[in-house]
């Protein structure tokens, strides 16, 4: 199982972006897909994760202006980010685990993880 992530850059605050990742390997059946970050000097965090059925989860800091959303078709989860703050700075990092677990917010419960990607928000 690959995952590569992609997406990151340079946005101001209260702007967009986009990440995507393609799983390949495997197919969503069974399983959880999640994007985590790390910023400077801080433990990785979950962001937000959805299951092969559909059902989202955000972490509180992000909930209400990002949207996790999947493609079983091409294997993808996006990540739509808006009202960026500063405080979203960090690397992003897409990862997989099959099956689901209720612990889905734990980084460590995840075998399968993309190269991060970098967004920058500046104020």
């Known amino acids: 199982v690959q995952l590569q992530a992609s997406g990151g850059g340079l946005e101001q605050a209260g702007g967009s972006l986009r990440l995507s990742c393609v799983v390949s390997?495997?197919?969503?059946?069974?399983?959880?897909a999640a994007w985590f970050r790390q910023a400077p000097e801080k433990e990785r965090e979950f962001v937000a994760a959805?299951?092969?059925?559909?059902?989202?989860y955000y972490a509180d800091s992000v909930k209400g202006r990002f949207i996790i959303s999947r493609d079983s078709a091409k294997s993808t989860v996006t990540l739509q980010m808006n009202s960026l703050r500063p405080e979203d700075t960090a690397v992003y990092y897409c990862?997989?685990?099959?099956?689901?677990?209720?612990?889905?917010?734990?980084?460590?419960?995840?075998?399968?993880w993309g190269r991060g990607t970098l967004v920058t928000v500046s104020s």
């Open positions: 990862a997989a685990r099959w099956p689901h677990t209720v612990l889905y917010r734990n980084a460590d419960q995840y075998s399968y």
């Open positions: 390997g495997r197919t969503f059946s069974g399983g959880t």
């Open positions: 959805i299951r092969e059925n559909g059902a989202t």
